[in-house]
C-alpha cells in the first residue's frame, strides 16, 4: 500500500481468525498474534506492505513533513491536483 503524502511507521500486524479453508471468518475478529515489523519496515515510511488475512497498523506523527516516493521530504505547498 503507498500512502502520498503521509509520513507514518509500521507498529505492528495482527492475524485475523480464519476458517479451516484458511479464509476470513465474519464477522472479521484479530486472532491476537501480533508481530513487529521487518527490520527493513522501521523508520518513517510512505509504502507499507499490507499482508493478506492480516491488520497492519501505523503510526503518523503530523509533527514531521510529508516524504516523497524518494524517500526525501516534501513540501505541501508544492502539491498540484491534476
Known amino acids: 500500500m503507498h500512502i502520498h503524502e ?10 485475523l481468525v480464519l476458517n479451516d479453508d484458511g479464509e476470513v471468518v465474519e464477522p472479521i475478529r484479530l486472532n491476537g498474534e501480533i508481530t513487529p515489523p521487518q527490520p527493513w519496515e522501521t523508520g518513517v515510511k ?3 506492505f ?17 516524504v516523497s516516493s524518494c524517500g526525501t521530504a516534501t513540501s505541501s505547498s508544492t502539491k498540484t491536483t491534476r
Open 50 to 66: 499490507a499482508c493478506p488475512r492480516q491488520v497492519t497498523r501505523g503510526s503518523r506523527d503530523d509533527s514531521r513533513p510529508p
Open 6 to 15: 503521509i509520513a507514518f511507521e509500521v507498529v505492528n500486524r495482527e492475524g
Open 46 to 48: 510512505d509504502t507499507v
